[in-house]
């Protein structure tokens, strides 16, 4: 009998995240009906309530912690399941904590590429051809302020955005996703090449994807579904799962990864 391999899925998770932790997995789980790998999902959380520039600093420093106790399961990739903290800390900061995490790893002997949520966006859009977005998120606007300029520093313009002020993170996590497709479409999508219909992870939105890219007739991407792709293509693996819009479509499925750049920030 033929067996296929079960990939170990580590991810660094707010305490107050109920998203990613399905999401991701719905993701990966409905690419199980089409291919023949399995995954299994472990997280480590950091402690962080309301989306503020000084919680998500504190947590941000708990992540080597969490780096360490996900290689304690040897996870095969590790996911930061955090965009705000990421952009928050400094221009171009996911690759620096993409190195240092993936260091905390290989220090445990227990070596895990890391994908953070904010570098997966970034390389996503940029995996769609995407120069030009429209984005939903669900931060303060000094906060989503924050998200348009390192969107802007790694080379894509932002035309316009929908800044939910929600400062709660659970209050994120219980947004409608329903209603994502109506805000998007009130942007001014019409010259974007893509519109992210949540710049956050705690904000559900997978339900409402593929209905969205029907509605602006345009490639429509989340933060999470960028972060699965970008997973599965650390992982050596198609990064193909049925109904989670063009990314995922297996248009995209053997694309590169982002070349190795020098951590600034």
């Known amino acids: 009998m033929t067996t296929h391999r079960t990939y170990r899925i580590g991810q660094i998770v707010p305490s107050s995240n109920v998203t ?5 997995p719905a993701i990966l789980r409905a690419r199980e009906t089409i291919a023949p790998e399995r995954f299994t999902f472990h997280s480590s959380r950091m402690r962080m309530t309301h989306v503020t520039p000084e919680q998500l600093k504190a947590m941000d420093a708990d992540s080597d912690r969490c780096a360490v106790e996900l290689s304690d399961a040897r ?14 800390m400094g221009l171009g900061y996911h690759r620096t904590s993409e190195e240092r995490l993936h260091t905390r790893t290989a220090e445990n002997g227990a070596a895990a590429p890391v994908v953070t949520s904010a570098g997966a966006l970034v390389h ?13 998120a669900p931060y303060m606007r000094p906060l989503t302020r924050t998200v348009v300029d390192y969107l802007t520093h790694e080379g894509i313009e932002v035309l316009d955005y929908a800044a939910l002020e929600i400062p709660d993170n659970l209050d994120v996590a219980a947004h409608d996703p329903a209603r994502l497709p109506g805000i998007a479409r009130a942007l001014r999508h019409a010259d974007a090449d893509a519109v992210v219909l949540s710049a956050c992870v705690q904000m559900p939105s997978l339900g409402a994807v593929e209905e969205a890219e029907q509605l602006l007739g345009k490639p429509v991407v989340s933060a999470a579904v960028c972060t699965a792709h970008q997973m599965l293509r650390t992982l050596d693996l198609p990064a193909v799962a049925p109904g989670a819009g063009h990314l995922l479509s297996g248009a995209y499925a053997e694309t590169p990864l982002p070349r190795r750049e020098p951590a600034t920030g």
């Open 124 to 136: 996503g859009l940029h995996t769609l051809g995407a120069r030009k977005i429209a984005l939903v």
């Open 20 to 24: 990613m932790e399905t999401e991701i």
């Open 75 to 88: 996870v095969d990739v590790l996911g930061y399941a955090c965009l705000v903290a990421i952009m928050s």
